[in-house]
């Protein structure tokens, strides 16, 4: 016999993706011929612009090299153009081009805190920020919002009361995924003040930026003033452009030192997709009349998906941001009832796929109930989503 | 005052990639007027295929959206065809798509290791396997190969004595960057035996399969039977299609718990560039003609480059394989060499670009005279770039 081999702390200790756990389970109901309405992913129906598409079916080069390690010149050059359309002044070193927001945030942990750190961020969040934790080895500190008050961020005496010797970074998420929150500007202003007066870097994942409804506007942590050493942006177009599987995404800041430490990580890996970075740089020209119309679109499946769930007697609150809602649900165990959806109901040949809230919180036993629902189908499905999803709740018996 | 935001020592450590730390110094020199031959980089001149492009070209989707965390269907459809022509039988779960062979052997390196173990690794190799070890908080083990044994596989009592209770893999490159080194069938069998008796992983970075000069043929250790726990591979499209801005690669490996590891680590990422991986499933059908063109090519500068570094009484060998080769050159630091070059060296209107191979190198001192060279220009231009370094050898004190 030869030994076992064994598979690292850190790789049994990954967690699966409760947003694409179910995967398995969706395949099996579409082979059964179920029309599965999926709300657990937010993967947007929404067409891309033809600025970025043009920038893949118009690549002509016959040779396809690599780009520098912090982006092709070009697309920097129209990401300072996108910015300063925020008010928010750029240089190009402020700018590292990532392959997708996941990487730009991987790399900023990474930057900011050795194996052990600490960081603290508002529960409920992205729940890939664990995975992305324990690959950088990095214990998230949570700091707990509520349903109740739409997820709105607590008084900053508890974010206060969490931070330890080993709190290196602050990171938010506005408008938030899942919750839909965005952060008040005075909010985040009281943030920045307490992670400059601690050392703490703040982490702000604004790819939801261009989401932000009834006329509200959204506040970067790159607005406010004396945290240059302090804020880190973390961005993406998969959102923006309704381009995911582009994979492109930036940080931004303007503390050179980590810059200069992100731009060796990045180095490592040599250098973000080239052709989709120029589709991306062509993207920026998408004008103004795209994102109007993508908003007033998501605008009314938001209130059309608020409306039916509160007719369910389902609890949400409406989000002002982003195209997710948290909803709790009256079942025991969200878990369960996701995996039965895909398993056993069928309504009109139809389900719906929901995302279990539960892997969203770093608190054991937050979000058994909850479920996060994007918003990411046509009105007329998203009725046909709902109609099913109230039959299913007719039905569940836990 | 407020507290400084500091650095992670992890960030601190960071390694700049030795291959583009001169960077800056190109662009001054290019700025100048001067006429720059660049052998410091693996990023070949050669055509990419034209099926490659196409899939960039003809791409028509209205969305361009998430792909699978694995990879999407048509590609991995299409690397198991691939696998297949080389005798490797593969089913779909042996193969992870990455962004490119980077994420590769980074999401190896942390599903085999926690940190502070210890991953062996003969020297000279891939510089960034260095950074990426600093990422993933794991020691590289040097077992040290010479110019004088053309970097083949020493005795492997040598690297059996290495391993220790915190050995995890023995990572392999053939044909090999920076050496060109291609490893013999029966040295691969044979740490394959040491990998199988002491239970540790054996990583084989194989993106150069292509390229093996004299009609000789690559081993892929997924060709060993009885390793199917042990063997991971490590691939990517970049230098076989000359598609290193494609960002697509993939891990291949029988082992399923470590694969599971592997997959967890990539749903925290979402998944690699869709389109990437469309022109990469299209590149599959690249016709054998191609690759015959190509290897002769590179073979004809393998030879040019060779026969003028010998004239010139530099310190190389003839490689087997890949398009690099290690020079031993009569100066004292090939980093003070290599910056002068682009600083101050001109000839004819024309410099050389080299990549310094201290940072090939774990063991300190070792490899402070030698540069790395690719010979990835055609070969006119490879004549200049030799007269040029000619020139500059001649002119050189230091």
Redesign the interface.
């Known amino acids: 016999m030869?030994?076992?081999?064994?598979?690292?702390?850190?790789?049994?200790a990954?967690?699966?993706?409760p947003i694409?756990?179910l995967?398995p389970l969706l395949v099996s109901a579409q082979a059964s011929g179920a029309k599965v309405f999926r709300l657990n992913?937010g993967?947007?129906?929404?067409?891309?612009p033809p600025e970025?598409?043009r920038g893949?079916?118009?690549?002509?080069?016959?040779?396809?090299?690599?780009?520098?390690?912090q982006g092709i010149p070009e697309y920097i050059a129209k990401l300072i153009i996108y910015y300063a359309r925020f008010g928010i002044e750029l240089e190009e070193r402020d700018i590292f081009v990532t392959?997708?927001g996941?990487?730009a945030i991987?790399f900023s942990l990474?930057?900011?805190?050795?194996?052990g750190?600490q960081v603290i961020i508002p529960e409920p969040f992205y729940t890939?920020y664990?995975?992305?934790s324990?690959?950088a080895?990095v214990e998230i500190k949570p700091l707990t919002t509520t349903l109740e008050e739409n997820f709105a961020l607590p008084a900053l005496d508890r974010l206060e009361a969490l931070i330890s010797p080993k709190t290196?970074a602050i990171v938010l998420c506005s408008p938030g995924n899942p919750t839909g929150a965005v952060f008040a500007r005075e909010k985040l202003e009281g943030v920045a003040e307490i992670a400059?007066?601690?050392?703490?870097?703040l982490i702000a994942d604004e790819v939801y930026r261009e989401f932000v409804y009834d006329g509200e506007k959204h506040t970067s942590i790159l607005e406010i003033p004396g945290i240059e050493?302090?804020a880190i942006v973390v961005d993406s177009i998969?959102k923006r452009y309704?381009?995911?599987?582009?994979?492109v995404g930036c940080i931004v800041s303007r503390?050179q030192?980590?810059m200069?430490?992100?731009l060796?990580?990045g180095?490592?890996?040599?250098?973000?997709?080239?052709?989709?970075q120029i589709a991306a740089a062509r993207a920026v020209d998408t004008p103004q009349s795209y994102f109007d119309d993508v908003l007033s679109e998501y605008d009314a499946r938001r209130h059309l998906l608020y409306r039916r769930l509160k007719n369910m007697g389902v609890g949400c609150k409406l989000p002002g941001g982003a195209f997710y809602m948290i909803a709790r649900l009256p079942v025991k165990n969200a878990d369960d009832f996701a995996a039965w959806l895909l398993r056993e109901h069928r309504y009109q040949g139809t389900t719906v796929m929901i995302a279990p809230a539960e892997g969203f919180y770093a608190t054991p036993g937050l979000g058994r109930n909850e479920a996060r629902l994007a918003y990411v189908l046509c009105c007329e499905d998203l009725e046909k989503a709902m109609d099913s999803f109230e039959a299913a709740l007719d039905t569940y018996r836990d």
């Not at 118009?58 to 090299?65: I, S």
């Open positions: 030869f030994p076992a081999v064994l598979v690292s702390r850190r790789g049994v990954m967690p699966a993706s694409r756990k995967h992913i993967q947007p129906d929404i067409k891309s970025l598409l893949y079916q118009e690549f002509c080069d016959e040779v396809l090299p690599y780009g520098p390690s392959t997708g996941s990487e991987i990474m930057a900011v805190a050795d194996p750190d890939n664990n995975g992305f324990t690959m080895g290196k400059k007066r601690h050392g703490l870097y050493k302090n998969s309704s381009a995911c599987g582009a994979r503390n030192e980590f200069d430490a992100v060796r990580l180095q490592a890996r040599l250098c973000p997709p080239t052709v989709d």
